[in-house]
């Protein structure tokens, strides 16, 4: 059993109210981004030593936190309450998508292990069911079960799919060696609606994007960390033509026409160059 949770980016981020209930209402568009984590699914053998349900290794990327708290633990544990037939796993998660990076590395590896459990073990839940769950497990888990081009709002959670393309385009991924709290990037916030919906400008050619696409967390995120916003200058003068930070940060994304040797001038940081399909 193995399956590959891809990353994503956020193409436009707007914050647009405060709710209730403490969390913030949006306006982003998703795109899925084919930098793959792994997970392998094994199931555990009778008489096998753990104490846990479910075994968690991770190699790759390292990644901070108790392993039974991993969010792919959490979704085993979110089906196996439902389905008590499912069976005792070994899990290989390989971390290859950058962490605390604002690419959903997480979210995704959580919804790829529903998305897995239910294809492999015959759960029968529709597509729809599966999305109602992973909204259990984080805000950006849903989009990762369909992993299409899609327009969200609410938290993330309610989304449509959209017809967009960006076939042919090299991406660039640069990640700084900063961890940006989510928590602290919302607390700065000043909600506000946009002038324009991310979801029409989108819909221009990529050659309009710049400045008219925003990510309302840029501007706090480099006041305190101006090393993020030195990466996106240097990408736009490297040729980008559209150039944001991801999500809450502290990854940052170029669309070039052409490939560039990202490595070459971000040798200190991870990185990455990839032509869209």
């Known amino acids: 059993m193995l399956i590959f949770p891809q990353a994503k980016i956020n193409l436009g981020l707007n914050i647009v109210e405060r709710r209730p209930d403490g969390y913030h209402n949006l306006e982003t568009v998703f795109y899925p981004v084919p930098l793959c984590d792994a997970i392998e699914v094994m199931p555990m053998e009778q008489g096998f030593p753990s104490k846990a349900d479910c075994d968690l290794k991770v190699s790759g990327i390292s990644v901070e936190g108790d392993e039974q708290n991993n969010l792919v633990v959490r979704a085993y544990r979110l089906l196996k309450n439902e389905f008590p037939q ?17 690419m959903g590395g997480g979210s995704s590896d959580a919804a790829a292990m529903l998305v897995l459990l239910n294809r492999h073990f015959q759960l029968g839940l529709s597509e729809q069911q599966l999305i109602d769950r992973a909204a259990q497990l984080g805000a950006d888990c849903p989009f990762f ?32 060696p900063v961890s940006v709290s989510t928590r ?53 003068r490297l040729g980008a033509v559209y150039s944001a930070m991801s999500g809450s940060g502290s990854a940052v994304f170029g669309l070039f026409r052409q490939q560039l040797d990202v490595q070459q001038h ?3 940081m991870f990185s990455a160059i990839i032509q869209l399909s």
Not at 86 to 102: D, E, M, S, V
Not at 145 to 164: K, N
Request: aromatic fraction near 8%; glycine fraction near 4%.
């Open 145 to 176: 079960v369909m992993a299409v081009p899609a327009y969200a709002e609410g938290i993330g959670e309610r989304l449509q799919p959209l017809s967009l393309s960006l076939k042919g385009w090299w991406l660039s991924i640069v990640k700084p």
């Open 184 to 236: 602290e990037a919302f607390a700065r916030i000043t909600p506000q609606h946009p002038d324009a919906c991310c979801r029409e400008i989108v819909s221009l050619p990529v050659e309009q994007w710049q400045n008219r696409l925003v990510n309302d967390f840029e501007a706090s995120v480099f006041a305190q960390h101006p090393q993020i916003g030195q990466v996106k200058e240097q990408l736009l």
């Open 86 to 102: 499912l069976p005792r796993l070994h899990i290989h998660l390989h971390k290859a998508i950058p962490t605390q990076a604002g």
């Open 266 to 268: 971000f040798p200190e």
